[in-house]
């Protein structure tokens, strides 16, 4: 497998920020050999959505904070989001339309 680092952006207990709409943890993975971001990846590439919320909160408690720009990722994030979605890419694709076996359209 290919070594990745865990950036937890919970809080240094481990708790959940009760302004937090769910109890996952809120974590960037990053790939080892170059420091990719792979969360950043999957966005660029269509198949994720950007959350926005909670997690700035929860940075606030820990050390993530000051070698982390918070506002700079999200901004990027939510560009790469709106490009992946305007070019159709990943889960943002458009069909043209359901066809059976047969290639002919089902309607």
Request: net charge negative; hydrophobic share 30%; proline share 2%.
């Amino acid at each position: 497998g290919t070594p990745v680092k865990v950036v937890n952006l919970t809080s240094s207990d481990g708790a959940s920020s009760s302004s937090s709409s769910s109890a996952r943890p809120k974590v960037w993975i990053v790939r080892s050999q170059d420091d990719l971001i792979i969360n950043r990846e999957i966005v660029r590439t269509g198949f994720g959505l950007v959350r926005k919320g909670g997690a700035k909160m929860m940075m606030e408690s820990t050390s993530v904070q000051s070698n982390f720009d918070y506002e700079g990722m999200m901004n990027d994030m939510t560009n790469l989001e709106e490009t992946a979605r305007s070019k159709g890419m990943g889960i943002f694709k458009v069909c043209d339309g359901i066809t059976n076996d047969n290639g002919d359209d089902d309607n």
